[in-house]
C-alpha cells in the first residue's frame, strides 16, 4: 500500500502570497488531519475532514483553511502569508471510521513551508 | 482545555532500559499514542494504548492508566538508532500531541 503522499515537499513564498498544499491519504483511509509543526510550538492540530466535511478544527486564524475531494485527497491553503506561518506543515491519514476508537495516524513527509 | 507534559530531554547509554513519562488532561479519551520522530522526518507510529496496562511490543512497551492521566513508553536495549523524539498523543475530540522529548543515546 502506497502511504501518504504531500506536495510540494518545499515552498518558498513570499509575506502576503497565498499558498495551496496537497495531500493524497493511504487508499481506503477517510481522515485527513493537518497539522503545523515549529521547533517553538511543537505539532499542532489545524483541522480534520471527513468524508469532505470537516469534523474538527484548532485554534488557528481564518486565513488557515482546507477541504477534501470525494477521492478523500485534501488540500490546505493559507492566505495572507506571515513570516509566522514558516514552518513543517504534516497531513496524516486514518481510516478515521468512527470517533470512539484511537485511530492510528499515518503521517506524510511532510511540506516545508519558508516565508520570506 | 486539553494539556499534554512530557519532559524536554532525556539521555540514555546504548543497551539501557528509559521511560518516558506522559501526562495528560483532556477533553474526550479515545486512545493515546506514542510515536517516534527522527530529526527532519515525519512522525511515525509505535504503539497504542485505549485500556489501562502495558501493551509491549518489541524492544517497546508503553503504559497507561487513564484514571491518573497518565503514560509512559519504555525503550529497551537501547540502541544508537533510538536517538529521536518521542511524542505522546492523545486521541480525544481531536489529536493533541506533547512537545516531544528528545532522547539521546550515548554508546
Known amino acids: 500500500k502506497a502511504g501518504v503522499t504531500q506536495t510540494p515537499r518545499y515552498l518558498i513564498k513570499t509575506r502576503g502570497q497565498q499558498v495551496t498544499l496537497s495531500c493524497s491519504p493511504i487508499?481506503?483511509?477517510?481522515?485527513v488531519s493537518w497539522y503545523q509543526q515549529t521547533p517553538g510550538q511543537g505539532l499542532q492540530f489545524l483541522f480534520e475532514?471527513?468524508?469532505?466535511?470537516?469534523?474538527n478544527k484548532g485554534n488557528f486564524p481564518g486565513r488557515f483553511s482546507g477541504r477534501q475531494f470525494s477521492n478523500s485527497r485534501s488540500e490546505m491553503n493559507v492566505s495572507t502569508l506571515e513570516l509566522g506561518d514558516s514552518a513543517l506543515y504534516l497531513c496524516?491519514?486514518?481510516?478515521?471510521?468512527?470517533?470512539?476508537?484511537?485511530?492510528?495516524?499515518?503521517f506524510g513527509p511532510g511540506t516545508r513551508l519558508t516565508v520570506t | 482545555g486539553q494539556n499534554i507534559d512530557q519532559p524536554t530531554e532525556m539521555t540514555a547509554t546504548e543497551g539501557a532500559i528509559v521511560q518516558i513519562n506522559c501526562t495528560y488532561q483532556?477533553?474526550?479519551?479515545?486512545?493515546l499514542f506514542w510515536y517516534q520522530q527522527h530529526a527532519g522526518e515525519a512522525p511515525t507510529f509505535l504503539s497504542y494504548?485505549?485500556?489501562?496496562g502495558l501493551e509491549e511490543k518489541g524492544r517497546f512497551s508503553s503504559f497507561l492508566s487513564r484514571s491518573k492521566g497518565y503514560s509512559y513508553l519504555l525503550l529497551k536495549e537501547l540502541q544508537m538508532k533510538d536517538s529521536a523524539s518521542y511524542l505522546c498523543?492523545?486521541?480525544?475530540?481531536?489529536?493533541?500531541f506533547g512537545p516531544g522529548t528528545r532522547l539521546s543515546v550515548l554508546p
Open positions: 498523543a492523545v486521541h480525544g475530540q481531536n489529536f493533541v
Open positions: 483532556t477533553s474526550g479519551f479515545n486512545g
Open positions: 496524516a491519514s486514518s481510516p478515521g471510521t468512527s470517533g470512539l476508537q484511537g485511530d492510528e495516524q499515518y
Open positions: 487508499s481506503g483511509h477517510r481522515s
Open positions: 494504548n485505549v485500556l489501562d
Open positions: 475532514y471527513f468524508s469532505e466535511t470537516q469534523r
